[in-house]
């Protein structure tokens, strides 16, 4: 029982450190649209009307589904939007590293303006295991739920 | 599925909340503040004041260009700078130019201008040579 009970509260912390991580990224942007919107602008792939857009928008988007997380309320869907977000960020991070462009990726402001390709790939590949691993805990705990 | 779509519609309130309140920082058009853009007219009205920048390729500078435009691209910064340089004078505003709306030489030239050259009086024309070609027509 005491076994379940540590499996359980790591799950907990799990949710609390990957929550907290996009509110964070969230809150910093949050902050700073302006300089968000010229970092989603450097990867060439939107318009600047639509990176001024997303830079109001997703920060708020992050720390939202980063609260789902830490609440538990919305949990499923705060989960899919952040993989969604995750594979997205990582996904224009290869295609701009491809295409040869030097730029910061501003996911979390100021403070990753010096990170390399590698480390922020790197994060983005943790944080992506970590969502999945917390999706597919939450999805086979419904299942069994509902085979009970 | 249903949950997600209550987050991106949650999301959207402060969005549209800050984007109101942020509505004279940032311009949806392009990103360079309205004052460091200049229209074809207005840079028109400053008559003999203005060195004309082409931030466009070589290619398309020699195709045809501004009259008086100077080339000053990113490619041959470091040789065409001292040239661009020569013709400058304090009195005189900087008007760098690229293809057209979006495009970004022009921006980047003009930002390497005031940032590295220490320039004053640097703007991006609006529109870029397309405009300029509208206008002349």
């Known amino acids: 029982m005491a076994e379940i009970a540590k499996v359980k509260f790591a799950w907990r912390i799990m949710d609390l450190v990957v929550g907290g991580v996009f509110i964070y990224a969230g809150v910093v942007k949050a902050f700073q649209p302006v300089r968000f919107a010229s970092d989603i602008d450097n990867y060439k792939i939107l318009p600047w009307t639509i990176s001024v857009g997303l830079a109001f928008y997703l920060p708020w988007l992050e720390i939202l589904c980063g609260l789902a997380l830490i609440l538990r309320r919305l949990y499923l869907g705060g989960l899919s939007i952040l993989t969604a977000l995750v594979l997205i960020f990582s996904g224009v991070t290869i295609a701009a590293k491809v295409r040869g462009l030097d730029i910061t990726c501003g996911c979390f402001g100021h403070a990753s303006q010096n990170w390399s390709f590698s480390g922020h790939l790197a994060l983005d590949l943790v944080i992506l295991a970590a969502l999945l691993a917390l999706y597919f805990k939450v999805t086979s705990e419904n299942r069994l739920q509902n085979a009970v | ?137």
């Open chain 2, 1 to 137: 599925m249903r949950q997600a779509l209550v987050l991106a519609a949650l999301a959207l309130l402060p969005g549209i909340g800050q984007a109101i309140y942020f509505r004279d920082k940032v311009s949806w058009q392009s990103p360079i503040p309205a004052s460091e853009m200049v229209t074809v007219a207005q840079a028109r009205a400053w008559d003999g004041n203005v060195i004309w920048v082409d931030a466009r390729p070589d290619v398309e500078f020699e195709r045809d260009h501004v009259p008086d435009a100077v080339p000053l691209n990113e490619d041959r910064w470091n040789e065409l700078l001292p040239q661009f340089l020569a013709t400058w004078s304090p009195e005189k505003r900087v008007v760098v130019y690229c293809s057209s709306q979006s495009c970004n030489a022009s921006r980047e030239v003009a930002r390497r201008l005031r940032g590295e050259a220490q320039l004053k009086d640097v703007f991006v024309l609006q529109g870029g040579w397309e405009e300029w070609l509208k206008s002349r027509k």
